[in-house]
């Protein structure tokens, strides 16, 4: 069910994901834009926690409609104040096991969450509205889908399938035992540098356009640039917000430059347009998934480019690693490239 994909620019529907992948830090406001299937067709997952339809064995898959059910739960992931209705399954592995748990196949604005053991109203064990890598799946993506989440032994597990706002509609419920993803920094990789993002962490170091004032890391030019760096999601005051790296090259020349990224996370990066404060090309790549993405520059100018994660989901916590790749800047014979002179520029 993992699926490695390259490069998926998202050029399709870009007016309705411009929200999801542009290169903020924080969780977007979203207007829903995807009604629910508005006729009940009777719910396969159980109406709550007690009356959960139990999962016996992995891989899983299901598919029903919420809009029968009852809002009975509801979690903030980043968005508050939603009442869709919703259906529940329970786990309980009989060995660890990692599981990706993936909606990204339905047809309306879903949201998911599992409790451990027990409801935790307000303390979900994991919990994801939208990920943006479900747009590699679905033209649309408002999905959810969260990676790499380890079941425990001893434990049951409660899927809650939900919606946004008031959303319900038709749900394709995955589940799936997954590798647990390791990113090994290539050798003569360049540090990041920036410290591992916590709870209401600022970032005053690479934020971009996201820090007061704009900070960046700057990249001399060289062959086969790796930058090694770490991202995450982490709870802001009553939102969530992601670790958003931002570097700058600075092309003395025409250039067509290729960035790759490697990640522990879904990653989302592209090529920043600094005048209109969006992405000129944008690229969404699973966790452990190598890909590139490249974009053709009029020199001189300084080119901007942008790793975060593909979603504000918890699950991707702050110090999971990337590496960025970096070719084609055209590299002056008396310029010295070293990683001396990248650095932040504070205030
Ligand atoms: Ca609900
Ligand atoms: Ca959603
Ligand atoms: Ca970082
Ligand atoms: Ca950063």
């Given at each position: ?90 786990f ?22 599992v409790?451990e ?34 079941f425990?032994?001893?434990?049951t597990y409660y ?189």
């Amino acid at each position: 069910m993992r699926i490695a994909y390259l490069a998926v620019i998202m050029v399709v529907a870009l007016s309705m994901v411009a929200l999801a992948v542009s290169p903020t830090a924080v969780a977007p406001v979203k207007q829903s834009v995807v009604s629910g299937v508005a006729h009940p067709t009777g719910r396969i997952g159980g109406e709550t926690i007690a009356e959960a339809t139990v999962i016996a064995a992995l891989p899983y898959t299901d598919a029903g409609n919420t809009c029968a059910a009852i809002d009975d739960y509801d979690e903030v992931c980043p968005y508050t104040g939603s009442t869709s209705p919703d259906v529940v399954y329970s786990f309980a592995p009989s060995a660890d096991v990692v599981v990706d748990v993936f909606l990204c196949m339905s047809s309306y604005d879903t949201k998911v969450y599992v409790y451990e053991d027990v409801h935790t109203p307000g303390a979900p064990y994991a919990c994801v509205d939208d990920n943006a890598s479900c747009g590699d799946f679905n033209t649309y993506m408002y999905q959810s889908w969260i990676t790499e989440l380890t079941f425990y032994a001893g434990h049951t597990y409660y899927i809650v399938v939900d919606g946004y706002g008031g959303d319900c509609g038709d749900y394709v419920l995955d589940v799936y035992e997954v590798e647990l993803c390791v990113v090994e920094c290539p050798d003569g990789s360049l540090l990041e540098g920036e410290v591992d993002c916590y709870t209401d962490y600022v970032d005053d170091y690479n934020g971009g356009l996201n820090s007061s004032p704009p900070v960046y890391s700057y990249v001399d030019c060289a062959e086969n640039i790796v930058i090694c760096g770490t991202s995450g999601v982490f709870p802001f005051a009553s939102t969530t917000y992601r670790d958003t790296d931002w570097y700058v090259l600075s092309l003395d020349q025409d250039a067509t430059v290729t960035i790759g990224v490697e990640a522990e996370f879904g990653a989302l990066f592209g090529f920043v347009d600094m005048a209109a404060g969006a992405f000129y090309e944008s690229a969404t790549t699973a966790s452990c998934n190598y890909a590139t993405l490249s974009h053709s520059y009029v020199g001189p100018v300084d080119a901007v480019i942008f790793v975060s994660t593909d979603a504000w989901d918890l699950s991707y916590v702050c110090g999971s690693d990337y590496y960025l790749t970096i070719d084609g800047c055209p590299i002056t014979p008396v310029e010295e490239s070293s990683w001396g002179s990248i650095k932040a520029l504070y205030r």
